[in-house]
């Protein structure tokens, strides 16, 4: 394993804690870190539930606290990581937002836009494109999930 490849599982490591705590809190364990410049510059975790709110990703949250932090709309010199492979609106906002790369843990049959269902990260028709590298500790995001669901499932 390279230092790259150490580096993305060490981030990967901090989205999956990201997870953690949003089914602490009943959201289903969703969790990202934006990485600038080797730094940590914000992190998030899913939020739709308890704040009532459609767009809040925990991939969506990150990006709009890093843009915060940094004090620029544009994430050029950014890579966001996030434990499921991101939707149309998520993978919209960092094209949107210029990161230069996503690593994602596990993929997303249903809604994938990174290369499952679409590919708007190297979309010819888009005025940005950026890197994708999928399945960074994908075992361990997919059993978070399948966690989740399965103890949702026995309290129904």
Sequence with gaps: MDASEKNDEKYMRLALEEAELAAAEGEVPIGAVVVCD????????????????????????AMVAASRALGR??????????????????????????????????ADPKGGALGTLFDVSHDPRLNHAFEVTPGVLADEAAEQLRSFFRARRRRA
């Design 38 to 61: 080797g730094e940590v510059v914000a992190s998030a975790h899913n939020r739709r539930e308890n704040d009532l709110d459609p767009s809040a990703h925990a991939e969506f949250t």
């Design 73 to 106: 709309w544009r994430l050029t010199g950014c890579t966001v990581y996030v434990t499921l492979e991101p939707c149309l609106m998520c993978a919209g906002l960092m094209v949107n937002g210029r990161i230069d790369r996503c690593v994602y843990g596990a």
